[in-house]
């Protein structure tokens, strides 16, 4: 089992950075693929950016890399993502989530684990 719990999210102005992090608790969490997603009204959870639990090896979308950085703390159980030169099109609410098989990290259908998710609003 693992817990996820947001917090950081807000309105920031474009070009604007935020820094949302994810608390993470639960005996899997230290075998775990951790995950950001974002959701927007009507549409499926969109693949932000992913850390592994093996070697913290990160990846990102297109639309956000160099943009954004996903780490994790020493302990393991604080996930952040650092968000730079935010767009307005980066508006969403943002999920953290939790993977514990090492494959299609990119996709949400596998990922077991997920938070409420924290708002993130970029205004033009």
């Known amino acids: 089992q693992v817990q996820l719990v947001e917090s950081g999210g807000g309105l920031v102005q474009t070009g604007g950075s935020l820094r949302l992090s994810c608390a993470a608790s639960?005996?899997?969490?230290?075998?775990?693929?951790l995950g950001w997603f974002r959701q927007t009204p009507g549409r499926e959870h969109e693949f932000v950016a992913v850390?592994?639990?093996?070697?913290?090896?990160?990846y990102y979308s297109d639309s956000v890399k160099g943009r954004f950085t996903i780490a994790k703390d020493n302990t393991g159980n604080t996930l952040y993502l650092q968000m730079n030169s935010l767009k307005p099109e980066d508006t969403a609410l943002y999920l953290c989530?939790?993977?514990?098989?090492?494959?299609?990290?990119?996709?949400?259908?596998?990922?077991?684990?997920w938070g409420q998710g924290t708002q993130v609003t970029v205004s033009s």
């Open positions: 639960g005996r899997a969490v230290s075998m775990s693929n």
């Open positions: 850390i592994t639990w093996a070697g913290g090896q990160p």
């Open positions: 989530a939790a993977r514990t098989r090492d494959y299609d990290l990119l996709n949400p259908d596998g990922y077991e684990y």
